[in-house]
């Protein structure tokens, strides 16, 4: 059963910093891209930035330059490393994979995780 565990949320002052960690776990043949999505009180959920296996990143203007995503294909994580936060980057964070599970090449699947809180507050 391929799972994602993210690890890292918490309380931090504006204009601090965190770093948000993902690990994906199971039998797993491959993962293509690797995501941040995040979701604010009453809002949808929006793509944060987005890594390809190869490592091309991409992110939402609200975060660039700010925000640094990166993976390790060896571990099957995917960090998100987050500085000069703002009120506005206030949300659950979700981690999202494109994983082909089990042990010979076959359709990939999207996965979630459960989420983790990060909250900018003085």
């Known amino acids: 059963q391929v799972q994602l565990v993210e690890s890292g949320g918490g309380l931090v002052q504006p204009g601090g910093s965190l770093r948000l960690s993902c690990a994906a776990s199971?039998?797993?043949?491959?993962?293509?891209?690797m995501a941040w999505y995040r979701q604010a009180p009453g809002k949808a959920r929006e793509l944060v930035a987005v890594?390809?296996?190869?490592?091309?990143?991409n992110y939402a203007d609200s975060v660039k330059g700010r925000f640094t995503i990166s993976r390790d294909n060896f571990k099957n994580t995917v960090l998100l490393q987050m500085i000069s936060l703002q009120r506005e980057d206030t949300a659950v964070y979700y981690c999202?994979?494109?994983?082909?599970?089990?042990?010979?090449?076959?359709?990939?699947?999207?996965?979630w995780g459960q989420g983790t809180q990060v909250t900018v507050s003085s």
């Open positions: 890594i390809s296996n190869g490592g091309g990143a």
């Open positions: 199971g039998t797993i043949f491959s993962i293509n891209a």
């Open positions: 999202n994979a494109e994983i082909v599970p089990g042990r010979v090449w076959t359709r990939s699947r999207n996965y």
